[in-house]
């Protein structure tokens, strides 16, 4: 079956630009996770979703970042006014519930120029 | 504070030999493991995991060692192969937490030498 798929695979902006970064999790998964990865580290958590309820934000580096995931399946993460520090991998899990592993798409590397 | 790291940026086994990559926690109220394997340009694969109230779970060529004393944990691959080649994190998840959250390490990049 399908995969966490992500788009776009790339982007690239110029510093001040927004960004929009989509997810399609597992079909029937419930709970989605952003996580930012930057190089040579592991993914650093940035929020998590169960169905459409945000139930934790405290990885969001600031308040340029924003996260929603209206209908409880895709899910896009939007970065305002991006700045260098933002360059990074942006990847996107899903999981079934409490206590199952997380399952990873492949991610969006952004670099902001 | 408490995170997860590891203990090697770097591991060089022959190919066919065993690898053994580790993994040092510090967070006591850890409950449940999982290693992942990552390959350039991917997202993070699961490999295996493992809840605190095991020491030791194996799978297709792997076995995932739990040693709750000192707060360790270790993944084994046996005959690694060239397709082994990523590299590997171990991540951890606080009982107490109010999410699914996984608290994830640096990683150890397992390098094959044929």
């Known amino acids: 079956g399908a995969g966490v798929s992500q788009s776009p695979r790339y982007k690239v902006a110029k510093r001040g630009q927004d960004v929009a970064l989509r997810c399609d999790p597992i079909?029937?998964?419930?709970?989605l996770f952003w996580y930012q990865q930057a190089l040579g580290q592991g993914p650093e958590f940035l929020t998590y979703f169960q169905n459409e309820a945000q139930l934790d934000k405290s990885g969001l580096p600031s308040d340029r970042f924003f996260a929603e995931r209206p209908e409880g399946s895709v899910s896009t993460l939007k970065i305002q006014r991006t700045q260098q520090e933002d360059s990074a991998v942006y990847l996107c899990a899903s999981s079934q519930g409490r206590g199952s592993p997380l399952h990873f798409g492949n991610g969006t590397r952004l670099t902001v120029t | 504070g408490e995170s997860v790291g590891l203990h090697l940026p770097t591991l060089s086994v022959q190919e066919g030999d065993n690898s053994i990559i580790n993994c040092a926690y510090s967070n006591s109220a850890s409950d449940y493991f999982i290693w992942y394997k990552q390959e350039s340009g991917k997202g993070p694969q699961f490999i295996i995991d493992i809840r605190s109230n095991m020491d030791k779970r194996q799978g297709q060529r792997v076995t995932v060692l739990l040693n709750k004393t000192v707060k360790h944990l270790s993944l084994q691959i046996a005959a690694t192969q060239p397709g082994d080649s990523a590299v590997y994190f171990c991540?951890?998840?606080?009982?107490?937490?109010?999410?699914?959250?996984?608290?994830f390490g640096k990683g150890t990049h397992l390098i094959i030498q044929p």
């Open positions: 079909s029937g998964h419930v709970s």
């Open positions: 991540a951890e998840k606080d009982s107490g937490g109010g999410a699914d959250g996984l608290t």
